[in-house]
């Protein structure tokens, strides 16, 4: 039962990793879509506004990839450890 468990946490940290590995490498693509969608709600703005607006979105999606990935990651290692020492 409980190495079910762990495979069952294996899956879940390796799609985490997968996720967040996604967002940081297309963070970019992401940011530029959202800051588009701005730009359109607010008919029009500043070039250095925009540029900041794009930074920003690219940024929160870098962060939440960032953390996904680490975790992800972190649960990954720990339950491959946990997997490999169990003794049944």
Do not use: D, Q, W, Y
């Given at each position: 039962m409980i190495k079910d468990n762990l495979k069952?946490?294996?899956?879940?940290?390796?799609?985490?990793?997968?996720l967040g590995f996604i967002l940081i490498f297309s963070s970019v693509h992401?940011?530029?879509s959202l800051a588009d969608n701005w730009l359109a709600k607010q008919g029009g703005a500043d070039t250095s506004i925009y540029l900041?607006?794009?930074e920003g979105y690219t940024n929160n999606f870098l962060?939440?990839?960032?953390?996904?990935?680490g975790v992800g990651l972190?649960?990954?290692i720990i339950a491959i450890y946990k997997l490999l020492h169990i003794k049944k």
């Open positions: 069952g946490v294996i899956t879940l940290g390796a799609l985490l990793a997968i992401f940011g530029i900041i607006v794009i962060f939440a990839g960032s953390i996904l990935f972190v649960t990954f």
